[in-house]
């Protein structure tokens, strides 16, 4: 039921920096963009999100496509501490207290970093 | 300042019984999540509580149930266990039902079904 659609796998190597897309062409216009990532045996931890625009915070940037239909979640500089598995979700906020925020996981993209 | 914590980590049980898994969220978030994670797999979502009820559901069956306390932690039972529901579980912690910002994860509780 994932609203996303993202490469199984990709490889970087350590100090490039890395461009992990997302498609999401039924996006609505209440849906934001988020992006988690889950480091071997760990939950998964929020790296960045929006809605319309580019956004830029200290872990990486998000690079959303002017139709919204896809975007791109970068990393300046690949470390080996970003091997993980990246998912790229939507979240639907109607802005009502019944509004319910039902986050789908797809499977991701595992990311390897080489050395 | 505490994040989600979850027990137990580890846990094996075997088909027919029952367990609880427990949830305690990031101090000030009122709104919890349950996930369930099978190898290799993203996490799938099984239900959010807030105030006390039960928000949505995902596609899970009646033995999937949980609880929210008044101090806003969170259990998480399956009875009848099957050896499908080996997995790794998930709780998610937010501020408010409505928050369109970051979910606080836990690092899960990794049941066994034998």
């Known amino acids: 039921d994932a609203k996303t659609t993202q490469p199984n796998s990709m490889e970087s190597n350590e100090e490039e920096p890395v461009h992990l897309p997302c498609n999401h062409s039924t996006i609505s216009g209440t849906d934001y963009i988020h992006w988690y990532r889950q480091l071997p045996s760990q939950g998964p931890e929020y790296v960045i999100h929006?809605?319309?625009s580019n956004v830029n915070n200290r872990m990486a940037s998000l690079a959303i496509a002017e139709d919204r239909k896809s975007s791109t979640l970068i990393l300046h500089r690949a470390t080996l501490r970003d091997a993980a598995v990246y998912y790229c979700i939507l979240r639907d906020q109607q802005g009502v207290k019944t509004s319910y925020d039902k986050v789908i996981f797809g499977p991701g993209t595992s990311l390897s970093v080489i050395p | 300042d505490a994040g989600v914590t979850q027990s137990p980590t580890h846990l094996i049980k075997t088909r027919g019984q029952q367990v609880t898994l427990r949830c305690s969220p990031k101090?000030?978030?009122?709104?919890v999540s349950w996930y369930q994670q099978a190898l290799g797999q993203g996490p799938q979502f099984i239900f959010q509580y807030y105030e006390e009820e039960e928000r949505q559901r995902g596609n899970f069956p009646d033995r999937f149930s949980g609880h929210q306390f008044p101090n806003y932690s969170s259990e998480l039972n399956v009875n009848a266990l099957l050896l499908g529901d080996s997995a790794l579980y998930l709780c998610?912690?937010?501020?408010?039902?409505?928050?369109?910002?970051?979910?606080?994860f836990g690092e899960g509780s990794r049941l066994t079904v034998l």
């Open positions: 998610a912690s937010s501020p408010d039902s409505l928050n369109t910002g970051e979910l606080f």
């Open positions: 929006g809605l319309t």
């Open positions: 101090s000030g978030h009122d709104t």
